[in-house]
């Protein structure tokens, strides 16, 4: 069975931590996304990768960065968190030509910053 | 970025067919239609996606207006587990870029 999986279903960590989110997935998709969702928001894309050490913005990156070193794993680290960094992260991951492709998704995190 | 409209709830009764619309009226020709649900604690699953023609898996039918500024998910016998969000969203075949809203989407309600 196809899987991406995330370290943490839950995570409670302090204004101005250090947070690492992980992400693996099993399929060798070159594609791999984070999502955060928030309630009246939707989803919203805050960085993906197409390769191993490449990363783009999406539309929300400020704040986070991310690390690609292995094809299956992609990172999420926030720098320092923050409150309003509270929410549903999401990780996916698709094949090349995502457009015309599914993508798969983790269970995701839920982080509470206090 | 072309975006889309959706009811904000929707309610079927079980074995009963729904259809789930979504307007994207500034839809561009390569955007893609895709249609993905989010079931209660679970991170969203694909449906399924087209570009012109209507499309059948065995999940659902995919229904796009001849014009492609509507689209209809058509879920043939609904079940209590198809109690989800569902989001309708588009992705353009341009680039491989992953720049796609998801937004609020459809909650529906399945009625035993």
């Known amino acids: 069975d196809v899987k991406v999986t995330q370290s943490s279903r839950y995570l409670v960590k302090r204004t101005g931590e250090k947070v690492f989110l992980e992400c693996v997935q099993d399929?060798?998709?070159?594609?791999m996304f984070w999502y955060r969702q928030d309630p009246g928001l939707g989803l919203r894309l805050i960085y993906f990768?197409?390769?191993?050490?490449?990363?783009e913005k999406g539309d929300i990156p400020e704040g986070y960065s991310v690390s690609r070193e292995k094809k299956e794993r992609f990172s999420l680290i926030l720098e320092s968190a923050s409150t309003n960094q509270t929410s549903m992260y999401l990780c996916?991951?698709?094949?090349?030509?995502?457009?015309?492709?599914?993508?798969?998704f983790g269970p995701g995190t839920r982080l509470t910053v206090l | 970025d072309a975006k889309t409209t959706q009811p904000n709830s929707m309610e079927s009764n079980e074995e009963e067919p729904v259809h789930l619309p979504c307007n994207h009226s500034t839809i561009s020709g390569t955007d893609y239609i895709h249609w993905y649900r989010q079931l209660p604690s679970q991170g969203p699953e694909y449906v399924i996606h087209?570009?012109?023609s209507n499309v059948n898996n065995r999940m659902a039918s995919l229904a796009i207006a001849e014009d492609r500024k509507s689209s209809t998910l058509i879920l043939h016998r609904a079940t209590l587990r198809d109690a989800a969000v569902y989001y309708c969203?588009?992705?353009?075949?341009?680039?491989?870029?992953?720049?796609?809203?998801f937004g609020d989407g459809t909650t529906l309600t399945v009625k035993p």
């Open positions: 969203i588009l992705r353009d075949g341009n680039t491989n870029a992953g720049k796609s809203t």
């Open positions: 996916a991951s698709s094949l090349l030509g995502f457009v015309d492709n599914e993508q798969f």
């Open positions: 087209g570009l012109t």
């Open positions: 990768s197409y390769d191993v050490k490449m990363k």
């Open positions: 399929m060798d998709h070159e594609n």
